[in-house]
């Protein structure tokens, strides 16, 4: 099974830039934040509260999560209920970043990640995809793009949406969550020593794509 391993900040269209380039390999998508996002939406529901990690770890052990494959999109579901569209919410967003500095969190959704990659042939994409979750992956990528320029792509997604924003709103939220992400004790975000960095603080969507399969296809080949 090839795995190709893609780590980033948030907001570096990771999972855009992953998705159409699992399409073009004819490998599965596994987007690791929704596992994190589900069960951040498991303790909101739950009335767990998002500051007690002890309580975080001790009720983990109840999720029942499955990823599920339906027209080659990845599905999460929380027992019977598929929860793909509810988690994308700035409220479980918030969820998603305090459970997942829990490590009992980590741990539990560990073998469910290796075990994908076990099975499939896989882009997986996360924040220590290449450094803890799969550290043999044949491709290691790391997919960034400035701060500034991160701010600026999501106001325009944001614009387009019709939601007024401001720029330099956005721009301190991605900075305190990169701040969040790369200073947590347990598997911070950072670039694997054997990741490739692609920057695509000045390419477009589709540049981003072509070069993200260019650097696979030279490491594969
Ligand atoms: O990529 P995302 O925004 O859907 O991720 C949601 C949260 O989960 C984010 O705060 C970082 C965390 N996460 C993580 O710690 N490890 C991963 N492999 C994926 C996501």
Same mark, same amino acid.
């Given at each position: 099974?090839?795995?190709?391993?893609?780590?980033?900040?948030?907001? /570096?269209? !990771?999972?855009? &830039?992953?998705?159409?380039?699992?399409k073009?390999?004819?490998? &599965?998508?596994?987007?690791?934040?929704a596992?994190?996002?589900?069960?951040?939406?498991?303790?909101?529901? #739950?009335?767990?509260? @998002?500051?007690?990690?002890? +309580? &975080?770890?001790f009720?983990?052990?109840?999720?029942?999560i499955?990823?599920?494959?339906?027209?080659?999109?990845?599905?999460?579901? @929380?027992?019977?209920?598929? =929860?793909?569209?509810?988690?994308?919410?700035?409220?479980?967003?918030?969820? *998603?970043? +305090? =459970?997942? +500095?829990?490590? !009992?969190?980590?741990?539990?959704? @560990?073998?469910?990640? %290796?075990?994908?990659a076990? !099975?499939?042939?896989?882009?997986?994409?996360?924040r220590? &995809?290449?450094?803890?979750?799969?550290?043999? /992956?044949?491709?290691?990528?790391f997919?960034?793009?400035? *701060?500034? $320029?991160? +701010? %600026?792509?999501?106001?325009?997604?944001?614009? $387009? !949406?019709?939601?007024?924003?401001?720029?330099? $709103?956005?721009?301190?939220?991605?900075?305190?969550?990169?701040?969040?992400?790369? #200073?947590?004790?347990?598997?911070?975000?950072?670039? *694997? $020593?054997?990741?490739?960095?692609?920057d695509?603080? #000045?390419?477009?969507l589709q540049?981003?794509i072509? *070069?993200?399969l260019?650097? =696979?296809?030279? %490491?594969l080949?």
């Open positions: 099974m090839v795995s190709i391993a893609i780590d980033g900040p948030a907001g /570096a269209g !990771k999972s855009t &830039i992953a998705r159409a380039a699992s073009e390999l004819g490998y &599965i998508y596994v987007d690791t934040g596992l994190y996002r589900s069960i951040g939406l498991y303790m909101i529901r #739950h009335g767990i509260s @998002l500051q007690d990690a002890e +309580a &975080i770890a009720n983990v052990e109840n999720v029942q499955e990823l599920k494959f339906i027209q080659g999109e990845q599905r999460v579901f @929380l027992g019977e209920e598929d =929860v793909s569209d509810l988690i994308r919410t700035p409220e479980v967003s918030m969820a *998603a970043s +305090a =459970v997942s +500095a829990v490590p !009992k969190v980590r741990q539990f959704l @560990l073998d469910l990640q %290796k075990d994908m076990k !099975k499939n042939n896989v882009v997986m994409d996360g220590d &995809i290449g450094t803890v979750v799969l550290p043999n /992956a044949d491709v290691k990528i997919l960034t793009a400035s *701060a500034e $320029e991160r +701010a %600026k792509r999501r106001c325009k997604e944001l614009e $387009e !949406k019709g939601q007024a924003v401001s720029y330099q $709103e956005v721009l301190t939220d991605i900075q305190q969550r990169d701040y969040n992400d790369s #200073h947590r004790e347990i598997a911070p975000l950072k670039q *694997a $020593e054997d990741a490739v960095l692609l695509t603080s #000045h390419l477009d540049q981003s072509q *070069a993200l260019d650097l =696979v296809k030279n %490491k080949n």
